[in-house]
């Protein structure tokens, strides 16, 4: 690990990486999903359908050719072809009983996400049949948006003009780094020769946006080789970079090789070097005319590159969420499915819901949900929660607020609050800051 010279050799304990959680990805935390609130998604369900909440769908494709030393998700590497033909059905099983609920029945898609694990592990027959099944249930034909997370090494050209070819708008690339032995020594299955040909082809065939993702801290990466991905990213020009600061949850393999070692500190940059690397990335990015649109995101021309997936959620909009582990929004109501694929299938092949907890959100906990997750944009107006939610955000969180701007993080104007470079490198440190305090237990970033 190259470490710059105007840093200590031995951070801090509170900026070493340690296990554990920070990025906020939603509200209330998980932990306060409960199965005894399942029963409130029926109750939306049954509900007559909103005429103005967009509609997303979501299916979670669990299978990879290698399970990643980072990885905290639910993916499989042992399935085979008739496995994951059944997996699909049964997918499609679920989502055709929640298409037709009262909630649901006759919406259109707005947005539509294939998520993992990797979706382009299926075979091209297997994501037409996908595909073709789920737009007969929820038609995506007005979607604005339709994207797809795509591993670099399990594509070729029959696979992406396929994927192209089921409507596919944005594709997702997990690059991750273009160095080898980076990607090998943290257990991708890819290497930088085939992200370059996926791409380049992938561009001959009118994706509307080629996203692809870097992860900053990798065990094994040094200033040296952090720049090189940089300038090679730079290099590809693609519509949009997104880039997240490497974290240590406790069920990936990396963990378990710190607990066997006893050790409490990851084998990953620590939190100071991470946002210096995201940093020098946006800064590169800038110079070749990108413009940095969230903590994690450049994109080439913002005024036609969205991501409706995002912005959507963020929104309140509900979401159509099916397949293993897979997480979804009805009306207010969060749900999460069976996280193991053993479960799943028996509830499906039962004719029993699949939904494993759930959590029925308050009036004020969609408020703060939809502050927080949207402080990730870096600019924040005061106007718009005082009209949508009836809150006076500047005096609601006033000391919070006004902590952060006397320590540099955001800056307050008469109806904007916006975050300096440095707030936005450590956004997810600061939205824990306005967590309702019986949530604020759970706020750790560790």
Known sequence: MVIAADQPKTPPKSEATEAGNYFVSNYP?????????VPAVETVLQRPAPADVPLGVYFHIPFCR?????????VYTDKNAAEVRGYIHAGMKEMAELAAKPYLAGRKAHFVYFGGGTPSYLSTPQLEELAGRMKELVPWDEAEEVAFE????????????????????RLSLGVEHFDDHILESNGRAHRSGE???????????????????????????????????????????????????????????????MKAKGKVTAPVADWPTKRRWVNHAFNEFEKAGYTVTSAYTVVKDPKRIRFVYRDSLWDGAD????????????GGVHYQNQADVGPYMQAIDAGKSVIFRAYQT????????????????????????KQKFGEDVLARFAPQLSRMQEEGFLKLGDDEIRLTREGLL???????????????????YT
């Open 195 to 257: 992200v370059d040909r996926a791409f380049r082809f992938a561009r001959t065939l009118g994706f509307e946006h080629i996203n692809i993702d870097l992860i900053a801290g990798m065990m094994n990466d040094t200033d040296e080789k952090w720049k090189a991905a940089v300038a090679k990213a730079v290099e590809l020009g693609p519509d949009a970079l997104t880039i997240y600061q490497m974290e240590v949850p406790y069920n990936t393999g990396i963990y378990q090789q």
């Open 426 to 444: 450590q956004v997810d440190r600061l939205c824990h800051e306005f967590f309702l305090p019986e949530h604020r237990q759970y706020a750790r």
């Open 66 to 74: 290698k399970r990643c030393h980072f990885c905290y998700y639910k």
């Open 29 to 37: 935390p998980f932990s306060f999903w409960k199965p005894d609130q």
């Open 319 to 330: 979401l159509l969420s099916c397949g293993v582990a897979s997480f979804g929004h009805f």
């Open 150 to 169: 795509a591993e670099p090494g399990t594509l070729n050209e029959r696979k992406l003009e396929c994927i192209r070819g089921i409507g596919v708008t």
């Open 362 to 385: 308050s009036a004020e906990e969609r408020f703060v949900r939809e502050f927080i997750l949207k402080l990730k944009l870096g600019v924040s107006r005061p106007g718009y929660y």
